[in-house]
């Protein structure tokens, strides 16, 4: 428990250090000093009782078991009482005990005399009155006892034993369960990951015996006798003589099969097939032509009958006699061989009965088997290396797409889109000043839809009411907007002179925001000759960066801007609001203190104007993208020292360009987040020209990872969000054509 309340203690110093609680932290740490408990320390009470016996100091000794009674002892059942009053007399007989062996006659008197009053009617002291007047009390049988060296020891020891059983039955509360907690947690998830590994190694066992099994029912498939040797019993005379005579018929085509070949091969009328198809031998050919031409077959055989009874017209009682002697010549053959074919099935083993199955099996139904056959001969030698592919990005990808789903109520380009801080609602901004408030759990739904008169150039959700958006416009107000009673709360002006709301960011407290004011910029941002010949930083104009009371709707502060004013094109507050980036239009990334509302540091960042900044996840660096494409990533602890560098392309970093027909062509300059991280600042979140591209920050590496490609966009992706805050990363990308794409992301943990 002593373990738990110093750790506990300094877990609080470290809160209220963060917090900036300096005055709480003084006085927990006078406290703390002057702690009669002693963070529950048994050793340090037993010291600090012995210190008051070897000191003499009756009256502090007296107090402080009268505290220890009062904020322990009191606690404890009645069947302790008898326990703590035996403590009790044996400290001041171990007080008594010291004073005589000290020759402080006097201490021991003094004693007496004040504790009188309670001790004269307890038995136990009864005979203790007399001990200053003895000689030598130590040689006295009554007190030899308490002068020894082992009834101190046992005394100490005791003492000590009940304050360590007291402290570790006593009800403490959950802020010191913490540790046991934590290795409570610590030893389920370990029980969880072994049962983990369980699991899986008994689904590949059970996988591999499901294969085993399988296995062996296609070998016992693959072994199993003719379907006419298995019913044989049921086979009749008629049965056996078809089954005898499509086998005397197979052997007599296998010797004209080269004959057949050639003369279909050589008929007009007949299709033209290759002698062999497939590689067969002349035998199956003879053998597949059969089995497919068997109607016709019979046609020709009957047509052959009618033209040889036509020929034998003229003796047709001697043709009738050849014909009785023909069919009892024929019906005694059928006989024999009915018995020899017997005698053959019998006696032949498996293995015989295994290729006549075969034999029959092609003769039937020769070219869907081998058709069926190639194709399982391609599907299985394509399999295996489709398989490894799939493992091999399953491997590499950090990220499962789970799914991605569109939003399509915009019809023009997209400026801002933003997840709130519950993950649940998303607030999208298109370049007509059409303002939608829609949900996507557990269907996508519009719940809020607005139209501007004015142009609404910056967006922004409020902290605290997540129902609450701040909206920037283009003639110099900034408006309240609640997205459930879908009505402005109230609209302030900014400035005249700087009309153009360039960006807006809310505290993580909710108490306060901060806002971009610029004026007019002398070049549109939607010209695109401009762009053309290379004209860079078109937004260098004087601005203003405020700070506003998010209740009183009221300025609190205009922020300086060194080294002259100019306009803010992007913000971001750090977890707790302390810190504030900008990125500006000269370039130059600047960093505020909030607690003293000044800017601790500033330096050039990038060539041309600075697009979008973002803390990084452990809040010691920040990021920027600017208009020279470069992605940096900036040390706050040293002005201007740089982390890493990496190159993006232009569809990254804009200006964002949709072509048309006819030479037309749609010209967009960055305004909404242009990249995003996830919940471990490990990846980051671009636009591109046909969706989203996630890559893997790396310090390392010169050039960013490419881990996923999110897609599903026909024009250039303007900005991006990355929602953490449910289980499933939500990532949201939204382009040019007014399509909004949710793709719904499950990180696979390695």
């Known amino acids: 428990?002593?373990?738990?309340?110093?750790?506990?203690?300094?877990?609080?110093?470290?809160?209220?250090?963060?917090?900036?609680?300096?005055?709480?932290?003084?006085?927990?740490?006078?406290?703390?000093?002057?702690?009669?408990?002693?963070?529950?320390?048994?050793?340090?009470?037993?010291?600090?009782?012995?210190?008051?016996?070897?000191?003499?100091?009756?009256?502090?000794?007296?107090?402080?078991?009268?505290y220890l009674d009062r904020r322990l002892f009191s606690r404890l059942e009645d069947v302790y009482r008898p326990t703590v009053n035996k403590l009790k007399t044996s400290l001041f007989r171990y007080y008594l005990v010291h004073t005589v062996q000290t020759g402080r006659n006097d201490k021991a008197q003094e004693?007496?005399?004040?504790?009188?009053?309670?001790?004269?009617?307890?038995?136990?002291?009864?005979?203790?009155?007399?001990?200053?007047f003895l000689p030598a009390p130590d040689c006295n049988p009554?007190?030899?006892?308490?002068?020894?060296?082992?009834?101190?020891?046992?005394?100490?020891?005791?003492?000590?034993?009940?304050?360590?059983?007291?402290?570790?039955?006593?009800?403490?509360?959950?802020?010191?369960?913490?540790?046991?907690?934590?290795?409570?947690?610590?030893?389920?998830?370990?029980?969880?990951?072994?049962?983990?590994?369980?699991?899986?190694?008994?689904?590949?066992?059970?996988?591999?015996?499901?294969?085993?099994?399988?296995?062996?029912?296609?070998?016992?498939?693959?072994?199993?006798?003719?379907?006419?040797?298995?019913?044989?019993?049921?086979?009749?005379?008629?049965?056996?003589?078809?089954?005898?005579?499509?086998?005397?018929?197979?052997?007599?085509l296998q010797s004209r099969g080269g004959f057949l070949s050639s003369f279909l091969s050589q008929s007009k009328k007949g299709p033209s097939r290759p002698a062999h198809p497939s590689g067969a031998s002349p035998t199956q050919t003879g053998s597949m032509l059969l089995g497919k031409k068997e109607p016709t077959n019979h046609q020709s055989a009957k047509g052959k009958e009618g033209a040889a009874s036509c020929k034998d017209g003229k003796s047709h009682f001697s043709g009738l006699v050849a014909g009785e002697s023909s069919s009892l010549q024929q019906r005694q053959k059928r006989l024999q061989e009915h018995g020899k074919e017997r005698k053959e099935l019998l006696s032949k083993g498996t293995f015989q009965g295994q290729s006549a199955e075969k034999k029959t099996d092609i003769t039937a139904e020769p070219e869907p088997c081998s058709e069926l056959h190639a194709e399982q001969t391609e599907i299985s030698t394509k399999m295996p290396a489709s398989s490894a592919e799939a493992v091999g990005v399953r491997q590499e990808q950090p990220f499962i797409v789970l799914s991605q789903e569109e939003y399509g109520e915009h019809h023009s380009s997209i400026?801002?889109?933003?997840?709130?801080?519950?993950?649940?609602?998303?607030?999208?901004?298109?370049?007509?000043?059409?303002?939608?408030?829609?949900?996507?759990?557990?269907?996508?739904?519009?719940?809020?839809?607005?139209?501007?008169?004015?142009?609404?150039?910056?967006?922004?959700?409020?902290?605290?009411?997540?129902?609450?958006?701040?909206?920037?416009?283009?003639?110099?107000?900034?408006?309240?907007?609640?997205?459930?009673?879908?009505?402005?709360?109230?609209?302030?002006?900014?400035?005249?002179?700087?009309?153009?709301?360039?960006s807006l960011a809310c505290s993580p407290s909710g108490a306060s925001f901060v806002c971009s004011a610029a004026a007019q910029s002398p070049i549109s941002h939607m010209d695109f000759s401009a762009v053309s010949s290379g004209g860079k930083s078109m937004n260098q104009v004087p601005g203003k960066l405020l700070l506003w009371d998010t209740k009183t709707m009221k300025q609190q502060l205009q922020f300086s801007l060194e080294p002259e004013p100019i306009a803010i094109n992007c913000t971001a507050f750090n977890h707790n609001g302390n810190l504030l980036?900008?990125?500006?239009?000269?370039?130059?990334?600047?960093?505020?203190?909030?607690q003293q509302h000044e800017c601790a540091m500033s330096w050039k960042a990038h060539d041309g104007e600075v697009y979008s900044v973002e803390f990084s996840y452990d809040e010691n660096t920040v990021y920027s993208i600017g208009e020279d494409g470069k992605f940096i990533q900036w040390n706050i602890h040293r002005s201007g020292l740089k982390v890493s560098e990496y190159d993006l392309p232009?569809?990254?970093?804009?200006?964002?360009?949709?072509?048309?027909?006819?030479?037309?062509?749609?010209?967009?300059?960055?305004?909404?987040?242009l990249f995003a991280f996830d919940s471990e600042g490990n990846y980051m979140l671009t636009c591109s020209s046909a969706g989203g591209v996630i890559f893997k920050l790396n310090g390392e590496e010169k050039v960013l990872e490419s881990c996923l490609s999110l897609g599903g966009h026909r024009?250039?992706?303007?900005?991006?969000?990355?929602?953490?805050?449910?289980?499933?990363?939500?990532?949201l990308t939204a382009s040019m054509d007014g399509k909004i794409k949710l793709t719904t992301l499950l990180a696979q943990k390695s």
């Not at 309670?118 to 203790?128: M, P, R, S």
């Not at 000269?586 to 505020?592: A, E, K, N, P, S």
Request: hydrophobic fraction near 40%; proline fraction near 3%; glycine fraction near 4%.
């Open 1 to 66: 428990m002593a373990a738990a309340a110093e750790r506990t203690d300094e877990l609080v110093r470290e809160y209220l250090l963060f917090r900036g609680f300096t005055a709480a932290l003084k006085q927990l740490d006078a406290e703390i000093k002057a702690d009669r408990e002693k963070g529950f320390r048994v050793d340090k009470i037993v010291d600090q009782l012995q210190q008051f016996v070897q000191s003499y100091d009756l009256a502090a000794l007296r107090d402080y078991w009268s």
């Open 111 to 132: 004693f007496f005399l004040k504790q009188a009053s309670e001790l004269q009617n307890q038995a136990e002291w009864k005979d203790w009155f007399v001990l200053p």
């Open 142 to 252: 009554t007190f030899a006892t308490y002068f020894s060296r082992q009834w101190a020891d046992t005394f100490i020891v005791s003492l000590h034993n009940f304050l360590s059983v007291l402290f570790q039955c006593m009800h403490i509360p959950v802020i010191l369960n913490f540790e046991a907690e934590c290795l409570r947690s610590s030893l389920i998830q370990e029980e969880n990951e072994s049962l983990r590994h369980k699991l899986f190694a008994l689904q590949a066992e059970s996988s591999r015996m499901k294969k085993e099994e399988l296995e062996v029912e296609q070998a016992v498939a693959h072994h199993k006798l003719p379907a006419y040797v298995a019913n044989m019993d049921r086979l009749g005379d008629s049965e056996l003589d078809m089954t005898c005579s499509q086998r005397s018929t197979a052997h007599s």
């Open 415 to 502: 400026m801002y889109c933003r997840v709130d801080c519950s993950g649940r609602r998303v607030a999208s901004l298109d370049v007509d000043g059409v303002i939608k408030v829609w949900s996507f759990n557990p269907i996508m739904q519009t719940k809020a839809s607005s139209i501007s008169k004015s142009p609404l150039l910056s967006l922004e959700w409020a902290t605290k009411r997540d129902r609450l958006l701040l909206l920037g416009s283009g003639v110099g107000t900034v408006r309240l907007y609640d997205t459930e009673a879908k009505k402005n709360l109230c609209e302030i002006s900014i400035d005249e002179d700087m009309p153009r709301i360039l």
């Open 581 to 594: 980036v900008t990125g500006a239009a000269d370039g130059i990334v600047r960093l505020f203190d909030m």
């Open 650 to 673: 232009s569809e990254a970093t804009g200006p964002f360009v949709l072509s048309g027909y006819s030479g037309y062509k749609q010209v967009q300059f960055p305004r909404g987040r």
């Open 715 to 731: 024009a250039p992706v303007v900005t991006v969000d990355w929602s953490t805050a449910m289980d499933c990363g939500t990532c």
